[in-house]
């Protein structure tokens, strides 16, 4: 179903739940949800995320600009190299869920 069928401003209290489709959305994908877990704890630098999720700069590039313009990390420059952490609070807490769910 395309959230444009549904009346998202009549139904009173449901107002966020496209955002909610839209995180779903974001963490349906096995490697955005990998980088979320791993900088749910810590900020990294873009090669060591590449090095722990196995993924080459360009893929990397990609999933985290997806990531950055839905505003679920933020990044910070040292010097030459970037480094990126969690920044949404829903996400954090979605997560901290998940891990507690199915993580050690």
């Known amino acids: ?20 489709v839209q995180l779903l959305k974001m963490l349906s994908n096995p490697h955005r949800l990998a980088i979320l877990c791993l900088l749910s704890d810590t900020e990294w ?5 590449a ?19 839905d505003r679920l990390v933020q990044f910070r420059r040292e010097h030459n190299k970037l480094y990126y952490s969690l920044s949404s609070p ?3 807490s979605l997560i901290a869920t998940l ?6």
Do not use: R, T
Request: with cysteine; aromatic share 6%.
């Open 1 to 20: 179903m395309d959230k444009k069928d549904i009346a998202w401003d009549q139904m009173e209290g449901f107002e966020g739940l496209p955002n909610a």
């Open 45 to 49: 630098s873009v090669n060591e995320i």
């Open 51 to 69: 090095s722990k999720i196995d993924l080459n700069q360009s893929a990397l590039s990609q999933h985290l600009s997806k990531l950055k313009a």
């Open 90 to 92: 829903q996400a954090k």
């Open 99 to 104: 891990k507690k769910l199915y993580c050690k």
